[in-house]
């Protein structure tokens, strides 16, 4: 039986999680959970964001489900880089998995897009780029300062996730594929990405592909969401690209993620978009939505589509029956949603 | 008089621009406007892209206007670096100032949005980060290949934009000023560019300040973009949300922008945000909306405010009195501004 080890995180973390266990250990009855305590509190008592024995011991589950962490209190980065960064590349989840849907019952800010018209995925890399940590800051503090930050990107980790990419494409009906980059300003990143999209391209002489420019696509994904399937980016563009097609979508408290590491050598981390969101936290009001759809995209990973089919239709048939704008208690959507995949 | 260096460029430019310079020169009788042989064409019939011989003239000049550079003929990065980059940056154009405004007349794609409920205009640093062109490809072409960008940061030059929009802000009646970045993940750059807003935000204790990560402000920009007044932010951010602010404004065809040489000792450079639109050139179908308002933007920057008044207001007026979706011609446009200016 599968072990997953919890981490529930600050604010609306725990609460939406105890919501997505319930309803993981009702379709898979059985499953091992283990929570963790990581995330602004335990960095307040002990100092530490993530010892060494800890990360060990998450290495040793299948899949690691992740509520929020962070806090206005802890300096900008400390968990960020420390925590959730720091898993993404220990565990070498390099396909940070986004999948944004317009459910039938759920409101678009885009006057044009009707539920069932938005249905898109993004495969942003999730190791490289922006993210490697590599910069620092020289005469900091005078008037002489310099603060770098470079973008490492390699064949290894690009081929990686465009393959990723294609064969997850393959299994659309859809069949498209977008290449986002900025290839016209980052020559050098952009022409490694372009050449490697191009040679996979090859393999799927019936998969249809286009190439944006990120700021082309942050655009239509306003203007003409509908026209894309799949989407291939860097991990910072994927990052923003991800909220904009969250925003469209109903918003990030419905967006689900998975950190992948296709190889299966290390766990697969899941967790909702949306943070921590202290103004809300212990309130009963989180929508766990986005974290019961991130469970769904556990079960798919660790091979349980029956289950996570389940889950997700539970999820879409609990927001078709909402009322826009009505108030919603965190454990009731728990329990219906629990109710419904174990009917 | 001023002299106007006039680049029209590829596309649709030479349509966009003649209607500019019509507007122009008709607001501004006696101006000088001399025109550049720049872009895809030049390249193609001599290899040129910007000679410099050519770019000692233009900076001879009092401010260009430029239309739109680019052909998919033209490998990526050859006109944006060698042209219109080398253009900001030589003549350190480090304020690439965009508003965005929703006009009467113009329809947003966001359902919620009224005409005259978005007015933002962002502060995009125009010389830095990762627009330096630090970056490169090792092992090219091969299984070990890694490329490289490098985000370059000072705090000359993140302190004098940021200055710059702290003035801005101060002369617009919300006077409200938000530092977009990511300085959970970009923790240096980050750091440099939160480090110095705070520092000069202490000159302006009349200026409600406030940060978001990029993320975030790209989901807010689609799902609460009355909440913004002036943003100030990095050259890769700026691209991005500029475009999505665009986007929520009736789209790219509407958006103007300067890259603005504060300290005067270079010509400012005018241009619509839009491309060269290969598709529809040559046909007369351009909106050369974009364009007049750089004119606008241009007046301004030269020290004449009532005149760029009057452009503003003649471009309020043409789309205020248009049927959306309407087709339009690209002089018949142009000879209404021309004639609403001179009025
Ligand atoms: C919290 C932050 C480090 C993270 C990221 O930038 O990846 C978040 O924005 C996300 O998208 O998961
Ligand atoms: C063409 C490109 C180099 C340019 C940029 O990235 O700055 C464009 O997207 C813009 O926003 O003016």
Redesign the pocket.
Known sequence: MARIAVVAGDGIGPEVVAQARKVLETVLPGIEATEYDLGAARYHRTGEVLPDSVLDELGQHDAILLGAV?DPSVPSGVL?RGL??KLRFAFDQYV?LRPSRLWPGTTSPLANAKPGEIDLVVVREGTESL?AGAGGNLHKGTPAEVATEESLNTRHGVERVVRDAFARAAARPRRKLTLVHKNNVLTHAGDLWARTFNEVAAEYPDIATEYQHVDAAAMFLVTQPQRYDVIVTD?LFG?IL??VAAAITGGIGLAA?GNINPDRRYPSMF?P?H?SAPDIAGKGLADPAAAVLSVGLLLEHLGHPEAARRVTDAVAAELAGRTPGAPLRTDEVGDRLAAAVSA
Do not use: I, R
């Open positions: 962070g960020e959730l960064l940070n993210y991990n990052d991800t909220d993620s967790e978009v943070g």
